[in-house]
């Protein structure tokens, strides 16, 4: 029963006003709203579009076959969710790598500017919130969902080059928000604090034991300032607790020092970054997060492929190059094997104080700025759903027509509970949520 409904039956049975909000949390009158489970959501970005022929299944509905590049997700098969057939609609200032970039989880056009990119208006920064931010926010404003960070923003070979091609998360108009490429820095975002706390707590062990051993030593009025300062002391731990109040339930992953942030070490960051994902989850630091795999337009060489051609610039070769092909289906296959050692990590680990695993709890998004890399195409941009925890009805391939993937964003909304009536464009959310529930 809704709250309308609720409120509805109660004036029926002639209550007042007043009494409303604490008879719609008796238990005996069924009336108050069912604790939502725990629900997460990931999204994961791989750049510079895919092979469509080796990406997309060719059936509809529930017998499907997956094709080279997915064929690692065979064990989450039943859990997977193909959605071919959305599109990036919106249009305005800059190209197509720019708008696939930052419009992707915004849903809005991006913002006069003069950053140039390969069409003739250059453009700035995107004009919205990201729909991974405006998830986060909506958690972030209730006591039950809140958590540290509320949302952890991840890159693996991401350059520091700030510009629209580099950002897909924005916290606002004009406000992007940059992934935390260095494994390391989120290492210490995440735990580094607590170390420190440790220092401090060790130092004023340290200055109590002196404060005691001057206390017999000095004058009525000294003590008195002494008294001051040992309550400064006592307000100081105290303070040290209340933030240190989250208890971990699993210990920091242990890292191998002193690997570089560069492009040949990105298969081991890419792991790194995963195992600091889950662990981020597991204690309940953030229900939200997304892993950027470099950027749009992204060059990264793929030698541990043996592959020494830059991404970006294999995927505008035409589709008669096969050997280009191929590499693009090898680097393509290898972002889904990372994805599925997420996948694996997840469903691996028990839901802290709950049932089943991660997994069940969370919702994977994998996308891409583009549908495809040499055409710079916005209509059917790989959206790959994995996991659960939103009620979505998976293991099934669903092909689209052209439906704005503001629709997509919306979905997610509401099945968290965020019930807002559009996203990004207003104008690009006709039809409402895409129903994705069986």
């Known amino acids: 029963m809704n709250a309308i409904h609720r409120r509805r039956f109660l004036r029926q049975l002639g209550v007042s006003t007043a009494v409303l909000p604490f008879l719609t949390g008796l238990p005996s009158l069924g009336l108050a709203s069912p604790v939502r489970p725990r629900q997460r959501l990931v999204i994961l970005f791989t750049p510079n579009g895919t092979i469509p022929s080796a990406f997309w299944p ?46 992707l989880l915004t849903g809005i056009e991006l913002f006069p500017g003069n950053i140039q990119g390969g069409s003739d208006t250059p453009a700035g920064w995107a004009s919205g919130i990201s729909i991974d931010q405006e998830i986060k926010n909506y958690f972030q404003s209730r006591a039950d969902t809140r958590t540290r960070f509320g949302s952890l923003e991840f890159g ?22 940059a992934p935390v490429s260095d494994p390391y820095q989120m290492f210490s975002k995440l735990y580094g604090q607590m170390k420190d706390k440790e220092n401090i707590q060790g130092i004023l062990d340290e200055v109590r034991g002196d404060l005691k051993k001057v206390r017999k030593l000095i004058s009525a009025e000294d003590r008195r300032l002494l ?8 307000e100081m731990e105290k303070e040290i607790s209340n933030s240190g109040e989250q208890k971990l339930r ?27 994902l889950v662990n981020g989850f597991v204690n309940d630091m953030a229900r939200v997060a997304t892993l950027q795999y470099t950027k749009s337009v992204g060059q990264a060489h793929m030698k541990w492929l043996d592959i020494k051609d830059g991404h ?28 599925r050692y997420l ?15 991660l997994l069940d709890h969370t919702l994977v998004v994998w996308a891409n700025e583009l549908g495809k890399g040499n055409s710079h195409t916005l209509d059917n941009i790989p959206f790959v759903l994995i996991g659960g925890g939103f009620g979505f009805e998976m293991g099934r391939s669903l092909k689209l027509d052209k439906v ?16 807002i009536e559009t996203f990004g464009k207003p104008a690009l959310c006709d039809g409402g949520p895409l129903n994705l529930v069986s």
């Open 58 to 103: 060719e059936e509809q509905g529930r017998d499907f076959k997956l094709n080279e590049i997915v064929a690692p997700l065979a064990p989450f098969r039943d859990r997977t969710l193909f959605l071919r057939g959305l599109s990036n609609k919106v249009r305005g200032d800059g190209d197509s790598h720019m708008r696939g970039m930052s419009c």
């Open 343 to 357: 996948l694996e990590r997840m469903s691996t680990t028990p839901e802290p104080g709950g049932d089943g695993s």
């Open 156 to 177: 693996v070979g991401v350059t520091d080059r700030a510009d629209p091609w580099t950002r897909m998360s924005y916290a606002g108009p004009n406000q992007p928000v």
């Open 404 to 419: 704005p993937h503001n629709r997509l964003h919306l979905a997610l909304a509401h099945a968290v509970g965020h019930r």
């Open 227 to 234: 008294d001051q300062h040992e309550a400064l002391v006592r």
């Open 250 to 276: 699993a210990v920091p992953p242990v890292f191998e020092e002193g690997i570089a942030d560069q492009n040949d070490n990105v298969p081991r960051l890419s792991r790194m970054q995963i195992d600091l």
């Open 312 to 339: 970006h610039s294999l995927s505008h070769e035409p589709d008669n190059d096969k050997t280009a092909q191929e590499k693009l289906v090898k680097i393509n296959k290898w972002f889904c094997g990372e994805l």
